[in-house]
């Protein structure tokens, strides 16, 4: 095959999208995955209109089910090759530690963590007979800063982030970066696509029902904010054809300082600022 082939996970929406459209203008044959093939309509739509809908291959996917997983191997074992994986699929799941019962913990685990394992591991023995491939992992700046109120979806972030550093130390002798993208707030669906917890915080006799509005109220205030997905999409396609790619590619305005700040305060001049921020300068009592 002369073009080379992309795997996108979580391609129905958001970033995976984005980058599905992207890709396929840039003339790759993109396999979007999506755990149901009804919500590709949208997709297939715009890429129709942009005339690159033969670059694109729609495929059913579920990352957090073995089976689903093991015939995706025997599909992409009738192309031949997979040059590229971009581990996008995700949800982010809220509330307060107290409130959450571990099986919600474990769905979001299982998702935005150990799907990417799994999908990984089918794709890894195509790029090592071929000797050569990249691995991008999506993650955030949830994965570098923890938050209040976030724990499952950054808990999450924070574990890819740990195996991705381990993963990309394993493939380098045979070639095959391992990248992780890690967007700021950006205009997408994810904290309403796919979200499975339930949110006891925002029930009034919940002991954090003032802390949890504290903190809609500063999310709400900032998303007027949030950037356009559309440049983590356009980054991602760069950092593809990018010939020697660095671990880490932070995106977003303000993700980066805040990131460098977080890392060079003490623990607990960052604590007083993060509350300081949520409990005054945003907060009209």
């Known amino acids: 095959m002369e ?74 074992q009738d192309i031949g090759q997979v040059d590229l994986l971009i581990n996008n699929a995700g949800y982010a799941g809220g509330g307060f530690s107290e409130e ?17 394992i799994r999908v990984t591991q089918s794709v890894l023995p195509f790029m090592r007979e071929k000797g050569s491939g990249m691995i991008i992992n999506m993650s955030s700046i949830s994965g570098k800063i923890g938050f209040p109120g976030l724990s499952p979806y950054v808990s999450s972030k924070f574990a890819l982030e740990g195996w991705s550093e381990s993963l990309r130390l394993e493939l380098a002798p045979f070639s095959i970066p391992v990248i992780l993208v890690e967007p700021g707030s950006f205009q997408t669906n994810i904290w309403t696509t796919g ?8 029930l ?22 949030d950037g356009d997905p559309m440049e983590v999409a356009k980054k991602v396609v ?26 060079m305060l003490p623990w607990k001049w960052w604590e007083k600022i993060v509350l300081f921020i949520l409990k005054s300068k945003y907060i009209k009592k």
């Open 100 to 116: 959450i019962p571990i099986d919600e913990y474990q769905l979001q685990m299982e998702t935005n963590f150990l799907g990417a």
């Open 3 to 76: 073009k080379q082939v992309v795997l996108i996970t979580g391609a129905n929406s958001g970033f995976g999208q984005l980058m599905a459209l992207e890709f396929a203008k840039s003339e790759y044959i993109v396999i979007a995955s999506m755990r149901d093939r009804n919500k590709g309509k949208q997709l297939i739509d715009t890429a129709t209109k942009l005339g690159v809908i033969s670059n694109i291959k729609i495929t059913s996917l579920d990352i957090t089910s073995a089976q689903s997983v093991e015939n995706l191997t025997l599909m992409l």
């Open 195 to 202: 979200k499975k917890v339930t949110v006891k915080s925002t």
């Open 238 to 263: 760069a950092i593809a054809q990018t010939k020697h790619p660095r671990l880490r590619y932070v995106i977003g305005k303000g993700t980066r300082s805040t990131i460098l700040l977080k890392n």
């Open 204 to 225: 009034s006799s919940s002991p954090y029902f003032s802390y949890m509005k504290q903190l809609d109220t500063y999310l709400q205030r900032n998303r007027i904010k």
